[in-house]
DNA sequence: TCGCCTTGCCTAAAGCCTTTAGGAAGTTCT
DNA sequence: AGAACTTCCTAAAGGCTTTAGGCAAGGCGA
């Protein structure tokens, strides 16, 4: 009688990750999550420290997953090819998990931010721009525009806020890209 | 005895927007917002149909000022001038009202955002781009490029995305406009 | 001015959520 | 088998949302 469940940390925070891609992020909560394992609330929190805790780590999650896509997008390709990979990778993700992706930005706080796969975005993109000719300050303004315009489209996307007006979404997108390609390869002195 | 309080709609929502700002958005709540009038939670209710509605009001308050602030800006002012005075409007509003620029991005049902102010801004932007040489499509997804980058800027900046790095945030803000100024007069033709 | 009606605010209550404390039943190791 | 540890449970406190029903205040017609 009274079999174990089988509750590890790891085994919650992945079914919350699906959880929140099926009913959202926020919606993601320790008695939602309780119900879907047939455990009692109280159990889940021999595994997690508490509410917060259990969002941080799906946060976490997320953030490992899609720099390793990103990393793999990004293995043996450089330039125009390497923005578009890594752009779609983001975009993609989003689209496939938009429990995950909301989750992925959640407010960390500074400790935690320091510690995620955060570091390893920033490294990425990095790499993408060593395929245009941008040095000092500029290399960094640059990161930040993509890094701006990626999440910011996506997330006007996910709010619906194409959906009203044409051309589709996907072809700004495709358009854009080459736009900020050439605009990086061409990118404006002082 | 027992005199009222005054509750009205409107200075629920006032007075919700500035609790947002104070305490942050999610933390809105009829509770919160009861104890501040000094009244009981089920008053509310006879003023707001529940804590959606409340927080949907209080988005489309938002909107409203900052599509009045936009439209102030743009006033008598073309081309960079425009758009650097548009960008300034959105930046500093999310920085002196966090809370209300929050809300702002709350998702609103199709229904309720095209009657908001959303509409609006979108008319702003495409003023914007009048000072510069774009036509068709290209219009388009030039809007959804200012605005994506907009909205991705500033939502990494709020969340500190951009504290630990050189240069400051404020550098890179003013420099990429530069830069997309650059980009919308030379913009890159198929 | 008096009684009436509308409306603002209240109490009560149900239902859901989080979190802590302490106990009992599996599991593992000796 | 017994000790020790871990998993899951019950119980309980406290907060939030929302509905239902009631009393009283302010405005209005008679």
Known sequence: MMARA??????????GAE???????????????????????ASLYSHVKNAHDLRTRIALLALDELA????????GRAGREALVAFAGVYRDYAHEHPG????????????????????????????ILRGYDLTGPDQTHAVRLLGSFF????????????????????DSWT????????LLRDWPRL
């Open 175 to 182: 358009r854009l890209l080459d736009v900020l390609d050439s």
């Open 19 to 41: 959880l929140a891609d099926e009913i959202g992020f926020d919606a993601v909560t320790p008695s939602e999550l309780a119900r879907r394992f047939d455990v009692k609330v």
């Open 151 to 170: 999440r910011g489209f996506v997330a006007l996307e996910a709010d619906g806020g194409f959906d009203h007006s044409l051309p589709a979404s996907t």
């Open 6 to 15: 089988g509750v590890t940390t790891e085994r919650l925070v992945h079914a």
């Open 68 to 75: 390793d896509r990103a990393a793999a997008a990004l293995a």
């Open 100 to 127: 995950r992706f909301a989750a992925a930005q959640l407010r960390l706080d500074p400790e935690t931010a320091a510690a995620s796969a955060g570091v390893r975005h920033a490294e990425l993109m990095r790499a």
